[in-house]
């Protein structure tokens, strides 16, 4: 079993910035991807950013020059810098990994944290 625990969500004005982090432990022999995803009310979730274990990385184009993805493998952490921040970046944010347990290989998905860019 393998839990993602996220943290550093809240309220921020417009141009303000955020990180958000999210922990991965349990059964975990190697995480291959890691990254966030977003869901506004009534909207689909959409992705926001990955990480590669190698370091590579991709950016919705909504997100990219102002949102940066990192990650610490020895802390099986994961991390979104969120700078410039918009009224339309309100959202529920998830992250998800690719973890390789015993066994198998499978997605998890953390429990969500809550942005919100309001004046």
Known sequence: QVQLVESGGGLVQ?????????????????????GWYRQAPGKQRELVATI???GSRNYADSVKDR????RDNAKNTVYLLMNSLELED?????????????G??????????????SS
């Open 52 to 54: 590669t274990s190698g």
């Open 14 to 34: 417009p141009g303000g910035s955020l990180r958000l982090s999210c922990a991965a432990s349990g059964s975990i022999v190697s995480i291959y991807d890691m």
């Open 67 to 70: 949102f940066a993805i990192s």
């Open 90 to 102: 309100t959202a529920v944010y998830y992250c998800i990994s690719t973890v390789l347990t015993t």
């Open 104 to 117: 198998k290989i499978d997605d998890y998905w953390g429990q969500g944290t809550q942005v919100t860019v």
